[in-house]
């Protein structure tokens, strides 16, 4: 199933979040218009920008008449409607699947995203925190990854496009992933798939 109409995604481009819908795009090859947010001028909360996500967050896409929020969320809603075959089939793949969606809004988000956001966008927190999680997550991770080539095993999955952005750009919080080859060769592999788009580094304006 194609759409009539482009796609809109509504994205900031140094956002995890937002670069993980638009791969899922690129990697779909569904039409779609990027429209850029200006998080640091607050146009997220705009009422205007939350009738279309009553949390005043992005990415946002439209589809349709139909908007979607949330990152994860989005990647279910494209996969449902236009490539069910990346929706595992089996009870067991599913959880696998959704656990590694709550590792991407848990221990990801609180660790290197955190961590990170810190650091560049001076968030009033405590750096030491999230750089314990990190390397407390990161080490788990390692390990998994030391027997798997992805996420969910032998195949590329929703569950890397989630996880990839906020452990790549972990060194921007100052996490470093030196010790973590394991997690580096799987950054590398993803970065080789079909429809891969690269996430940028943070500039400042």
Not at 31 to 44: F, S
Not at 142 to 154: R, T
Not at 170 to 181: F, K, N, R, T
Not at 192 to 205: D, Q, V, Y
């Amino acid at each position: 199933m194609t759409s009539q109409d482009p796609i809109e995604l509504f994205t900031y481009q140094y956002s995890g979040h937002c670069h993980r819908v638009e791969w899922f795009l690129n990697i779909l090859k569904l039409p779609y218009r990027k429209i850029d947010v200006n998080l640091r001028a607050g146009e997220q909360k705009t009422p205007e920008f939350l009738q279309k996500n009553p949390f005043g967050q992005v990415p946002v896409i439209k589809d349709g008449s139909q908007f979607i929020g949330d990152s994860n969320a989005i990647l279910v809603y494209l996969a449902q409607r236009y490539a069910p075959e990346w929706i595992p089939a089996s009870p067991e793949k599913a959880a696998d699947l959704q656990r590694c969606f709550s590792v991407s809004a848990g221990l990801v988000a609180y660790g290197p995203a955190h961590a990170r956001a810190i650091k560049l966008f001076s968030r009033p927190d405590n750096w030491e925190v999230a750089q314990a999680r990190s390397h407390q997550f990161f080490k788990q991770l390692d390990q998994h990854l030391q027997q798997n080539l992805f996420l969910l095993g032998s195949e590329f999955s929703l569950a890397d496009i989630a996880n990839y952005a906020y452990i790549l750009l972990a060194p921007e919080g100052d996490v470093q992933l030196a010790a973590y080859p394991n997690i580096v060769a799987w950054l590398r592999r993803l970065e080789t798939t079909t429809g891969f788009i690269s996430m940028p580094s943070f500039s400042p304006a």
